[in-house]
């Protein structure tokens, strides 16, 4: 018996499914105990009744599992168990005070049953149910620790394929929700996409932390794709990009004459996003007189237009993100301590891509079907040595690095596959790069120029075109000494 237990725990362990831990349990006891039918039997709260999962044989229909009232008599058990919290069986069914008035045991002739409970996560979720009409005494009283152990590894495997199936619908929820470069099957990613699933519909303040490059406003927006809030706007603030005076009326916004050049009300982002989700990131760049109207924000609610004493209310979540060590800012008085600390509320660390090994191949194949699809290039994957080359880098920049790559490797690329000459590791490219760049730059080029015919030489929509803003191409252009004028409704070309 206890061979067979292991046996039992080792084939429970493999399974996922619940569906399959359900069919395969009931076959095994079957056969253990000389069971001649069986049922798994589940309650189902918004009915208050229990429910059949599973039945042994499977030919049996549902609501044929036993003959006449027999189907009472297998609920009655499997309740019975589960108040008790305890194996119930009985040898002598037909003589067991029990259940021996019992008009369904009389005509369906039962001789034994047996029912035990079912656990999942300290509740009792339902109950195993097997009976016999057919063999008397067909398990004996020092069988009935084998049958509670036998219920506590079936209630563990059932409560493995059920966190199993959570942590999916999770992903699964978060790839929804989330800016497709956030992606990742690695164990790091996993159980940072449960940390944020968890968060997210919370108005709690989030610090995300992570290395450049990493993706933490991708982080911050799937945050609040997921959160009631989704609906309304996701303002984003970039603190490192704006000198102080400006950040400060850009956030709290300002009244008409409050300065020079105050021609008229300005509302604020805060005011803005009035709903919705404020995200600022490179939070360390913000001065000290910015932090502390922040913190007093958070604390009451409230916003202060720059030249205005009159509050304004303002209903918004904050997530921050940084690259710096907050607790050193902190020391060196650069950040407020007392801010530090209601911003760490929920702290999200996003791992660098080296610490994502799983991911990189993932990450470098959905970048090589968003770029060859963009440049309409037929990519159609990576050779041998390319793969191993991109598992090598140590990434410092990222996935934002890693997409650059990518990028650059489909745009020079001539061949089906992108190769070691295509990628710009520097670690592994060639001694002689002087044919490299050459290529690069021709191809490079050739693209700004067929992006501003299609646009008939509108900047703006040659810029859309190839993806990036509208004074990248101007250097662009610049540096391959184009500049378009108009003749006849179509770009003319001068170089």
Known sequence: ???????????????ISEDQVYDRVLELLAMLFGAERGAIFLWDAQSDSLKVAKTYPRSFRKDQLTLGEAKELSQSSALTAM??????????ALTDE????????????????????????GEVIGAIYLDSRKIENWFEEP???????????????????????????????????????????????????SQVKRVAPT????????????????????????????????????????????????????KKGAFTGAFADKPGLFKEADGGTVFMD???????????????????????????????????????????????EVK????????????????LKIPPLRERGGDILLLAEHFRKDYAAKYDKPVRGFTREAKKALLKSSWEGNVRELQHAVERAVIISRDHYLNLNDLEIPA???????????????????????????????????AAIIGVDRMQLHRLMQRYGLQTTMHKGRPKMKA
Request: aromatic fraction near 6%.
């Open 203 to 254: 108005n709690a303040t989030v610090l995300i932390l992570g290395e450049s490059g990493t993706g933490k406003d991708l982080l911050a927006k799937s945050i609040h794709a997921l959160s009631p809030r989704r609906d309304k706007p996701f303002v984003v603030v970039d603190c490192g990009a704006l000198p102080e005076t400006l950040l400060e009326s850009e956030l709290f916004g300002y």
């Open 282 to 328: 490179e939070i360390t760049s913000a001065s000290l007189s910015v932090q502390s109207k922040l913190l007093r924000t958070l604390q009451d609610g409230e916003i202060r237009r720059l030249g205005e004493n009159k509050p304004r209310k303002v209903n918004v979540r904050l997530i921050c993100a940084t690259n710096a060590d907050l607790k050193e």
């Open 428 to 462: 592994l490219l060639p001694k002689d790069r002087s044919l490299y760049r050459e290529t690069l730059e021709t191809e490079r080029r050739k693209l700004v120029e067929k992006a501003l015919g299609e646009s008939k030489g509108n900047v703006s929509r040659a």
């Open 83 to 92: 108040e008790d919290g305890e194996v119930i069986f009985t040898f002598t």
């Open 143 to 193: 069988d009935r620790p084998y049958f509670s152990v036998v219920s506590s590894l079936v209630s563990t495997a059932i409560e493995k394929s059920r966190e199993c199936q959570e942590l999916h619908e999770r992903v699964e929820l978060l790839k929804k929700g989330c800016s497709e470069e956030l992606i990742g099957n690695s164990e790091a990613m996993v159980a940072l996409y």
């Open 332 to 347: 060196g008085k650069r950040f407020r301590r007392d801010l530090f600390y209601r911003l760490k509320v929920v702290t």
């Open 98 to 121: 029990r259940f021996a008035k019992r008009q369904s045991v009389v005509l369906n002739r039962i001789q034994t049953l047996l029912c035990a409970p079912l656990r999942v996560g």
């Open 1 to 15: 018996m206890v061979e067979t237990l292991s046996k039992l725990s080792e084939l429970l362990e493999a399974m």
